[in-house]
């Protein structure tokens, strides 16, 4: 008997059915892999004025050069669009929530990409789930220059063009030697401009300086202009009084032009005679000041009641002093224009406040007083005191009244040049 050929208990078509689907499974597990969609990640959305035409999803998310995510999707038409971002976490920590966005590309006709701008100030926050961020600008792309230069052609019309070029041609004929000097002249001075290139750098930094000054002023410009509106209007009111005092001044000058123009000569002596004593009160100035000043000082500090000037007292200082040097020829001799006072100048002395310069020094002069022994060591010698020994007289006697006695009375003093004291 022969064998039986054994059938299989499953059809051939059901192994090819399931080869198909394990493809089309493994097909789709790989590009699921490919797309990351099964890699974790955190959803934040970006929105922009415009995408631009080759964003488009799974485009890189960058910072800093580093790629910490992928654009999942794009929602929007022509106006505002918004973005579904998925960054990685590992990456999301070391993103501030305050960080800002911007759509860029790679190059001129390169796809788009999202760029997280690190801020000046990060925040301690981290972005996290959830989050949207706005775009700051979308790169130019040359479609968009293409269109505005298409727009802008559209808005001109050929003859008037043509019309424009023709004139221009004309304009330029025949002008080439005066254009390429021109040229040449605009080349010199581009390059005398580049020298000096640091010099109007500066001067632009200090143009913030007044501008910020003149910024400062600005209200006060301001009320100044307000004001000058006032004083014109004040100015037109009174037109009539204005033409009425132009007219007296015409008429005044004429007049001064009359009574002085005879006498011209006469004022022009008087000043030049008025020279050498106005030279002389100029030479004499620093004493002349200190004079009275030092009048000023006195009558300040009570003077003016020691000469009665209160109307009730007055009050008197007087002591016998022994008197200068006697005579000596030829040593004190008549001398011409004697000087004195500091480097042979006129001088103050002790003025203009005694008080501060006390005892008062005789002047040393070069007409032979101040070479011995002037100031005297006198015991009688004024002190800048008060002294009152009235109330003795009175019927219960009473003791002297004495203020501000001051020091013992000075020695004498020597001054450079002069021979030592007897």
């Given at each position: 008997?022969?064998?039986?050929?054994?059938?299989?208990?499953?059809?051939?078509?059901?192994?090819?059915?399931?080869?198909?689907?394990?493809?089309?499974?493994?097909?789709?597990?790989?590009?699921?892999?490919?797309?990351?969609?099964?890699?974790?990640?955190?959803?934040?959305?970006?929105?922009?004025?415009?995408?631009?035409?080759?964003?488009?999803?799974?485009?890189?998310?960058?910072?800093?050069?580093?790629?910490?995510?992928?654009?999942?999707?794009?929602?929007?038409?022509?106006?505002?669009?918004?973005?579904?971002?998925?960054?990685?976490?590992?990456?999301?920590?070391?993103?501030?929530?305050?960080?800002e966005?911007?759509?860029d590309?790679?190059?001129?006709?390169?796809?788009?990409?999202?760029?997280?701008?690190?801020?000046?100030?990060?925040?301690?926050?981290?972005?996290?789930?959830?989050?949207?961020l706005?775009?700051?600008?979308?790169?130019?792309?040359?479609?968009?220059?293409?269109?505005?230069?298409?727009?802008?052609?559209?808005?001109?019309?050929p003859?008037?063009?043509?019309?424009?070029?023709?004139?221009?041609?004309?304009?330029?004929?025949?002008?080439?030697?005066?254009?390429?000097?021109?040229?040449?002249?605009?080349?010199?001075?581009?390059?005398?401009?580049?020298s000096?290139?640091?010099?109007?750098?500066?001067?632009?930094?200090?143009?913030?300086?007044?501008?910020?000054?003149?910024?400062?002023?600005?209200?006060?410009?301001?009320?100044?202009?307000?004001?000058?509106?006032?004083?014109?209007?004040t100015?037109t009111?009174?037109?009539?009084?204005?033409?009425?005092?132009?007219?007296g001044?015409?008429?005044?000058?004429?007049?001064?032009?009359?009574?002085?123009?005879?006498?011209?000569?006469?004022?022009?002596?008087?000043?030049?005679?008025?020279?050498?004593?106005?030279?002389?009160?100029?030479?004499?100035?620093?004493?002349?000041?200190?004079?009275?000043?030092?009048?000023?000082?006195?009558?300040?500090?009570?003077?003016?009641?020691?000469?009665?000037?209160?109307?009730?007292?007055?009050?008197?200082?007087?002591?016998?002093?022994?008197?200068?040097?006697?005579?000596?020829?030829?040593?004190?001799?008549?001398?011409?224009?004697?000087?004195?006072?500091?480097?042979?100048?006129?001088?103050?002395?002790?003025?203009?406040?005694?008080?501060?310069?006390?005892?008062?020094?005789?002047?040393?002069?070069?007409?032979?007083f101040?070479t011995?022994?002037?100031?005297?060591?006198?015991?009688?010698?004024?002190?800048?005191?008060?002294?009152?020994?009235?109330?003795?007289?009175?019927?219960?006697?009473?003791?002297?009244s004495?203020?501000?006695?001051?020091?013992?009375?000075?020695?004498?003093?020597?001054?450079?040049?002069?021979?030592?004291?007897?």
């Amino acid at each position: 008997m022969a064998a039986r050929r054994k059938t299989p208990r499953i059809a051939s078509e059901w192994f090819a059915t399931m080869l198909v689907v394990a493809l089309s499974g493994a097909a789709a597990l790989c590009v699921a892999a490919f797309n990351q969609s099964f890699t974790p990640s955190v959803p934040v959305t970006l929105t922009a004025e415009r995408s631009g035409l080759v964003m488009e999803p799974y485009a890189k998310v960058k910072m800093r050069g580093v790629e910490v995510g992928r654009v999942a999707g794009v929602s929007g038409g022509s106006g505002r669009v918004g973005l579904r971002l998925e960054i990685d976490p590992k990456q999301i920590e070391h993103i501030p929530a305050n960080v800002e966005a911007r759509i860029d590309a790679t190059s001129l006709f390169g796809t788009k990409f999202v760029e997280l701008v690190y801020p000046r100030q990060p925040s301690p926050q981290r972005l996290s789930a959830g989050a949207v961020l706005r775009s700051q600008n979308v790169a130019v792309e040359v479609n968009t220059v293409f269109q505005n230069l298409v727009d802008l052609i559209a808005q001109i019309e050929p003859a008037k063009l043509n019309a424009v070029l023709s004139a221009l041609s004309e304009a330029v004929r025949g002008q080439g030697d005066r254009i390429g000097v021109a040229t040449t002249d605009a080349d010199e001075l581009l390059l005398e401009l580049n020298s000096r290139t640091d010099t109007m750098r500066e001067t632009w930094r200090s143009l913030a300086g007044v501008s910020d000054t003149y910024a400062v002023a600005a209200q006060d410009l301001l009320d100044t202009l307000n004001a000058a509106s006032t004083t014109s209007e004040t100015v037109t009111s009174h037109a009539q009084q204005l033409d009425a005092l132009l007219v007296g001044l015409a008429g005044f000058s004429n007049s001064g032009t009359k009574v002085l123009s005879p006498s011209k000569d006469e004022l022009v002596n008087a000043v030049n005679l008025l020279e050498p004593t106005t030279n002389l009160l100029m030479k004499y100035n620093p004493g002349l000041t200190c004079l009275l000043l030092g009048a000023k000082t006195a009558l300040d500090k009570g003077a003016m009641d020691y000469i009665g000037g209160n109307g009730k007292s007055a009050v008197l200082d007087a002591a016998l002093l022994l008197g200068d040097d006697p005579y000596r020829y030829p040593d004190h001799l008549p001398i011409n224009a004697a000087k004195g006072g500091p480097g042979g100048k006129p001088g103050c002395g002790s003025l203009p406040d005694v008080a501060d310069n006390w005892p008062v020094r005789y002047l040393v002069t070069n007409t032979g007083f101040g070479t011995g022994l002037d100031v005297r060591p006198n015991p009688g010698i004024g002190f800048p005191g008060w002294a009152n020994y009235f109330p003795v007289t009175r019927a219960v006697p009473e003791p002297p009244s004495i203020r501000y006695p001051g020091g013992p009375a000075p020695g004498p003093v020597t001054f450079p040049g002069t021979p030592p004291p007897p």
